[in-house]
């Protein structure tokens, strides 16, 4: 599976952003996949996950009730829509895939196979 993340930018407080990952390969539809960021100086976070089927997301404290995961298996496309951003979201955002074994997302970073290059969000306040 390889990934491409995009959508990033420059934004102002408060405002919202959609980020999107496009995949491709043949096993997209049966790999959980989530979103991760890193900013500057710090480890990377895990952000939000959804299963292969889009059933079930989860999200990491900092973005719940702000940000939603989904996906479009017939465009092997997932995104994460972000709202009401602060400047404490500024970070590289990373799109990642599991294995298609693995049919659920987790929060840590090494359980993923497949990443990314990574986008560019900066809120500034």
């Known amino acids: 599976v390889q990934l491409q993340a995009s959508g990033g930018g420059l934004v102002q407080a408060g405002d919202s952003l959609r980020l999107s990952c496009a995949a491709s390969?043949?096993?997209?539809?049966?790999?959980?996949m989530g979103w991760f960021r890193q900013a500057p100086g710090k480890e990377r976070e895990f952000v939000a996950g959804?299963?292969?089927?889009?059933?079930?997301?989860y999200y990491g404290d900092s973005v719940k009730g702000r940000f939603t995961i989904s996906r479009d298996n017939a465009k092997n496309t997932v995104y994460l829509q972000m709202n009401s951003l602060k400047p404490e979201d500024t970070a590289v955002y990373y799109c990642?895939?599991?294995?298609?074994?693995?049919?659920?997302?987790?929060?840590?970073?090494?359980?993923?196979?497949?990443w990314g290059q990574g986008t560019l969000v900066t809120v500034s306040s």
């Open positions: 990642a895939a599991r294995d298609s074994r693995w049919p659920v997302p987790v929060t840590r970073a090494g359980a993923y196979d497949y």
């Open positions: 390969g043949r096993t997209f539809s049966r790999n959980a």
């Open positions: 959804i299963s292969w089927s889009g059933g079930s997301t």
